[in-house]
């Protein structure tokens, strides 16, 4: 199992560029995550997705878009990238099972986005 | 609201000795709680959770974290630290409640010199 892969590792955007960030899981969770990390901040959610066609908002969603056609792919779609949008990201999954599954959540080894 | 504090940014203990990086929280009915760990440039890696039962929790690479219910703590333990311990280590909740909201604290740098 590869796990959680992302793609590109490294990336610098010019201020109103677009870009998607791809992230792929063969594990067949369920539940996908994104995340930002900005330095001293945590994470904090972005977007995350239930399962395939199902998608909802987290913590900071504004400039960001997702989409879930299949269970193993939730690209992350930049439009119009802004300065405060450099941020390490991070995609995550795993397999839920609503309110009595607790199950941690695997992380994909992170994409750093640079926005100037 | 959900909420999960780690007061201290960073943690110096020397190699040997036993360490404790702290995590309280605030959730409404059961929490989940996790620790997880971040090595340079790499993804998180899940350490260990507390669901129910047992308030002391063993996880990977000899961790252990206590779960205390009236003081809404879940602090990391290791008897005995090794530099390679040193790394960022996040605590994370999840009300019962919320199956897709998990709340990562700031993160706690522990530093163990030899």
């Known amino acids: 199992n590869a796990g959680v892969t992302q793609t590109p590792k490294f990336r610098i955007l010019k201020i109103g560029q677009s870009m998607t960030l791809q992230c792929t899981q063969d594990?067949?969770?369920?539940?996908m995550y994104w995340y930002r990390q900005d330095p001293g901040m945590g994470l904090k959610l972005i977007y995350y997705s239930v399962g395939a066609g199902i998608t909802d908002k987290g913590e900071v969603p504004n400039g960001y878009n997702v989409s879930r056609s299949t269970t193993e792919d939730f690209p992350l779609r930049l439009e119009l990238a802004a300065p405060s949008q450099t941020s390490v990201y991070f995609c995550?999954?795993?397999?839920?099972?609503?309110?009595?599954?607790?199950?941690?959540?695997?992380f994909g080894p992170g994409t750093r986005l640079t926005v100037l | 609201a959900q909420s999960v504090a780690q007061p201290e940014d960073q943690v110096n203990v020397a190699e040997g000795n036993p360490l404790t990086v702290k995590c309280t929280y605030s959730v409404s009915g059961n929490p989940y709680l996790f620790w997880y760990v971040q090595y340079p440039n790499r993804g998180l890696q899940f350490l260990l959770k507390y669901i129910t039962g047992d308030n002391l929790v063993k996880g990977s690479y000899g961790f252990e974290a206590e779960f205390n219910k009236s003081q809404t703590s879940f602090h990391l333990k290791k008897p005995s630290a090794l530099v390679s311990d040193s790394a960022l280590y996040f605590c994370?909740?999840?009300?019962?409640?919320?199956?897709?909201?998990?709340?990562f604290g700031s993160g706690t740098r522990l530093s163990i010199r030899p």
């Open positions: 995550a999954s795993s397999y839920t099972l609503g309110q009595d599954n607790y199950n941690e959540q695997f």
């Open positions: 594990m067949n969770h369920n539940y």
């Open positions: 994370a909740v999840r009300a019962y409640s919320s199956a897709s909201k998990i709340i």
